[in-house]
């Protein structure tokens, strides 16, 4: 088993509330005591149908959805939009397996524009450091902007005044009684608010505003305003979940008081490869941890084979691809798919090699039945993962 450093043998609950640990860490942490899961589904599927078919199906079984939106062929907002009804319906989190390893400018726009625009939906992504420290830096400015453009809600309103003709009376009755209503339409019914996202087309809709204005008006103000929410980032569940008492607790309830997680964005390092032959050495796994150190609110811990936590203030969170369980009534066959992928168990991921989350992919995205197969996962990681703390709660 790796080194007993201290996360080895503290609770997800207890790591979840050290001082070093960021808000969405501990609330990703909360999240996987209380489903007891230390699963997370990779989805490598092609078309969002079955993306969301398959999440839909397995969701309640994982902490965590791993997906490659560029190999979904058909992606769209609507794709991204209905994973993040899952993941609030279902209460996981999502990856976006997106391996960044270019430089800083380029991973930016990668991460927050074109057609996949990641920042915006997805609470982790992952990056190699090949490009050294400044990918780190480059991608926390983007979120950190993404996060503010969230924070920020702008409102349009378009009003009118009549011109002196017609504010005099120059018209019949008739046309008073309908610029009157046409006028309290405009000005008090007339107030869009807009999403920063939706910002970019203001010119259009105000063109179209416009023409619709000038039967009647010859005069057109419009404001804008601009209003800054405080998102709440460091969710603190209440009650706290180390009481004995909150145990008594149904699932259901705690996650409820568990809530959404922060609308905040994290970034694991990759630091090892579960395929044969990678060139991720031992160096550049330890050059991977000093830089993790370094940006400890925004890098959550690693892509590893191992626990990679060794300094008494460490807290970081490493999962761990390539998990696969031998098919029933074959344990202890040795697993890989001919194409240098080599698999472990939930036992060796988690008990042995000190990890926190397994990532499981093909194990259950090609099995008969799904939803057993991820309970099947789900269990045998939990196991391991109890056996490891030696029966702590959560």
Known sequence: MAARHATLTLSYRERASLPSTGPLASYLLRLISIKKTNLCLSADVETSAELIALVDEVGDSICVLKTHCDIVTDWTDRTAAALRSLARKKYFVIFEDRKFADIGGTVQKQYT???????????????????????????????????EKYNTTVHTEISASPPPSVANGGDDDDDDDEEDADHHNRTHGDVAVESPDEVAGEERRLSNAQKALDRKFSVVSISTTISTRTESISPRPTPDFHPDDAFALDTPTLLA????????????????MSSEGHLLTPEYARSCVSIARQNPEFVMGFIAQHSLNSEPEDNFLTMTPGCQLPPRGQEGKKLGDGLGQQYNTPRSIVYEKGCDVIIVGRGIVNAQNRKAEAERYRAEGWKAYEERIGGKKG
């Open 113 to 147: 524009s074109g057609h996949h625009r990641i920042a915006a939906w997805a609470e982790i992504t992952n990056a190699h450091m090949l490009p050294g420290p400044a990918i780190v830096t480059a991608l926390h400015q983007a979120a950190t902007q993404t996060i």
């Open 257 to 272: 008081r568990l809530g959404e997680p922060p609308f905040l964005r994290s970034l694991l390092l990759l630091a090892e």
